[in-house]
């Protein structure tokens, strides 16, 4: 007993009591609710059910009901489109501005910083900001559009199904592009300075140092912004409810929302835990595909 006293007294055993504590946190925040949402997704489980652990096992019932939906395959495309479009649109100009960011200018911190105000804001305010913005009826959006010239008549962003998704992409853009910033940022900083000096000496220009100096040393980073940006963009939930609920009819939804109306609004909760799990898998996927990437290129 003493020398086990003695052993954290002098702090040899600190580090286990950190490790536990994190293990704790993992088994109880994060691996009890995915097993206890993946056993449900077997059983049949309703408002009546849900606080009780003896309830009817339905094997693949569920995802049978779940695949048989008319909802599903259009809401399948609607996810793929929204994630797809965000990620990339994101990508691209969060990786531009964190070039430009690279350069020596004055106020270039204040001016980051004020870049990054808008993606630390709840994205529930996010949204409620861009209902105003989106608003027919010649707000703010369309009053600048019509201004330009570019259209003649009002845009219903919201409740036009042809482009309410696309409101949401928009806004989901606007929110996501600081992020990918900031991380893109901090991998061109440890990009060494003399590789580029060496290159600008043997005559490269700045677009040739671009694509075969920062392109090919960004890889990694490059990775998993994209695969945290798509695991990011499939636990957006607030931008839906903010602003179109996933309407109208269904022209907006997406397998995210989609869960949440079978589960809070339908209480068929056995059904929103299968598109959960189906959403869970394709992240571990994303991750996969990302690891195995990653460990290609280090050579195991």
Do not use: C, K
């Amino acid at each position: 007993m003493l020398e086990f006293t003695n052993t954290f007294r002098d702090g040899r055993g600190f580090d286990a009591v950190l490790v536990m504590m994190a293990l704790g946190y993992l088994v109880v925040f994060s691996a009890f609710p995915l097993a206890y949402n993946l056993l449900m997704s077997f059983q049949d489980v309703d408002l009546f059910t849900l606080t009780s652990f003896d309830r009817p096992f339905v094997g693949l019932d569920n995802y049978r009901e779940v695949l048989s939906r008319p909802e599903m395959w259009p809401l399948l495309r609607n996810t793929v489109t929204f994630v797809g479009i965000s990620v990339a649109a994101q990508l691209v100009p969060g990786f531009g501005i964190a070039v430009f960011f690279q350069l020596d200018f004055p106020f270039n911190t204040w001016l980051r910083g004020l870049f990054l105000a808008g993606w630390i804001m709840p994205a529930l305010v996010v949204g409620a900001v861009w209902s105003w913005v989106l608003a027919g009826d010649f707000r703010v959006l369309n009053h600048l559009l019509s201004s330009m010239g570019l259209i003649r008549e009002e845009i219903f962003w919201l409740s036009d199904p042809d482009v309410a998704l696309y409101s949401i992409i928009i806004a989901n853009i606007w929110l996501g592009v600081p992020f990918n910033m900031i991380l893109l940022s901090v991998g061109l900083a440890g990009i060494p300075e003399d590789v580029y000096e060496a290159a600008e000496m043997d005559g490269a220009t700045r677009v040739q140092r671009f694509f075969t100096i920062t392109l090919p040393m960004m890889r990694a980073q490059l990775g998993a912004v994209i695969s945290l940006g798509v695991i990011f963009t499939l636990q957006q939930f607030d931008l839906f409810a903010a602003l179109t609920q996933g309407g109208p009819a269904n022209s907006s939804n997406v397998f995210q929302y989609w869960s949440w109306q079978l589960s809070f609004q339908n209480y068929e909760i056995g059904l929103g835990s299968v598109i959960s799990v189906l959403m869970i898998g394709f992240v571990v996927a994303v991750a996969f595909v990302y690891v195995r990437s990653t460990r290609y290129e280090h050579g195991s």
